[in-house]
Nanobody, 123 residues
Framework: QVQLVESGGGSVQAGGSLELSCAAN????????MGWFRQVLGKEREVVAT???????YVADPVKDRFTISEDNAKNTVDLQMTSLTPEDTAMYYCAARPGGGWSAAESAWPYWGQGTQVTVSS
């Protein structure tokens, strides 16, 4: 079975930093992407950053200069380093896995999801 567990969320002041981690169990490494998405109540879930085979990384424009995605293959984790946080970054952050098929930003294309970890940025 596939299990994704996020951790590292919490409350931080604007301008601060936070690092999220996703422990991925039961996910085949071959041709799989890992990603971070976020969602605010009343809004659609949006892609934040992804990492795919060959260490191909994508970071969404609104956070591309502030967020960094990385993967530790030995530990089977994917991390999201967030800096210069703003209240607009407040959301539930979800880890997702997409085995095979290549990269996609569409939520429906990612079959495996964690339960999420809350990030709250205060001004």
């Amino acid at each position: 079975q596939v299990q994704l567990v996020e951790s590292g969320g919490g409350s931080v002041q604007a301008g601060g930093s936070l690092e999220l981690s996703c422990a991925a169990n039961g996910v085949t490494s071959s041709k799989r992407c890992m990603g971070w998405f976020r969602q605010v109540l009343g809004k659609e879930r949006e892609v934040v950053a992804t990492i795919c085979p060959g260490n191909t990384r994508y970071v969404a424009d609104p956070v591309k200069d502030r967020f960094t995605i990385s993967e530790d293959n030995a530990k089977n984790t994917v991390d999201l380093q967030m800096t210069s946080l703003t209240p607009e970054d407040t959301a539930m952050y979800y880890c997702a896995a997409r085995p095979g098929g290549g990269w996609s930003a569409a939520e429906s294309a990612w079959p495996y999801w964690g339960q999420g970890t809350q990030v709250t940025v205060s001004s």
